[in-house]
């Protein structure tokens, strides 16, 4: 079993990513934004909690994080590894994943870093918030802060992960297939 986390800022590629890195190694795809944004369209308690903090950019609280991706893990036993997208974005959450996947005899192989300058992932976002739908990216001033609280409260995941010797960081600017092979190389030293 392979269980892999990509991690970076908003805007560093890792949604794109993703789609590539499932359908090549059969993981099974956790993007924490994306269940939560699934969560405010059927308009589910949960959702409507997350909402505000979604909304300006902040972090929805641990606890509420935490125990969704449990969930999730219950409801996908069958799986054959999964990628975690967006997810552990905090040292709390990242405890709590180790416990979890310790709990299942399970662990993480490798988190990959997705490495974007700021002034490109301010473009990025910028860019998605064209088509995206997202209020989040609609704003400078919500992307600025997206940014800010990844700096502040999610930078010391990566960290909690090269203590363990499992950080590996990935150039994040180049064309899409340049930027996953270099994932891939990562991928192919743990399967
Ligand atoms: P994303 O799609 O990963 O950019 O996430 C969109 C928003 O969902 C974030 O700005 C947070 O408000 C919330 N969110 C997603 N994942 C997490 C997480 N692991 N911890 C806390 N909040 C999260």
């Given at each position: 079993?392979?269980?892999?986390?990509?991690?970076?800022p908003?805007?560093?590629?890792?949604?794109?990513?993703?789609?590539?890195i499932?359908?090549?190694?059969?993981?099974?795809?956790?993007?924490?934004?994306?269940?939560?944004r699934?969560?405010?369209?059927?308009?589910?308690?949960?959702?409507?909690?997350?909402?505000?903090?979604?909304?300006?950019?902040?972090?929805?609280?641990?606890?509420?994080?935490?125990?969704?991706?449990?969930?999730?893990?219950?409801?996908?036993?069958?799986?054959?590894?999964?990628?975690?997208?967006?997810?552990?974005?905090?040292?709390?959450?990242?405890?709590?994943?180790?416990?979890?996947?310790?709990?299942?005899?399970?662990?993480?192989?490798?988190?990959?870093?997705?490495?974007?300058?700021?002034?490109?992932?301010?473009?990025?976002?910028?860019l998605?918030?064209?088509?995206?739908?997202?209020?989040?990216?609609?704003?400078?001033?919500?992307?600025?802060n997206?940014?800010?609280?990844?700096?502040?409260?999610?930078?010391?995941?990566?960290?909690?992960?090269?203590?363990?010797?499992?950080?590996?960081?990935?150039?994040?600017?180049?064309?899409?297939?340049?930027i996953?092979?270099?994932?891939?190389?990562?991928?192919?030293?743990?399967?």
């Open positions: 079993m392979l269980n892999i986390i990509l991690f970076g908003p805007g560093a590629g890792k949604g794109t990513q993703s789609e590539k499932i359908g090549k190694y059969g993981l099974t795809h956790i993007s924490t934004g994306d269940l939560f699934k969560h405010l369209s059927e308009g589910t308690p949960l959702g409507k909690e997350a909402q505000r903090y979604m909304d300006q950019g902040n972090l929805v609280p641990d606890k509420v994080v935490i125990g969704m991706v449990d969930q999730f893990l219950k409801e996908h036993q069958d799986a054959e590894g999964f990628l975690f997208d967006g997810f552990p974005r905090t040292v709390a959450q990242a405890q709590a994943l180790d416990a979890l996947m310790e709990q299942k005899d399970m662990h993480i192989a490798v988190m990959i870093a997705l490495e974007v300058d700021h002034q490109e992932l301010v473009k990025r976002l910028q998605r918030g064209e088509t995206s739908g997202r209020s989040d990216d609609q704003h400078i001033d919500k992307i600025e997206r940014i800010q609280v990844y700096h502040r409260e999610t930078l010391p995941v990566a960290t909690y992960y090269e203590k363990q010797d499992k950080l590996e960081k990935v150039n994040g600017v180049g064309s899409i297939e340049e996953f092979s270099s994932i891939s190389n990562v991928i192919e030293k743990h399967v």
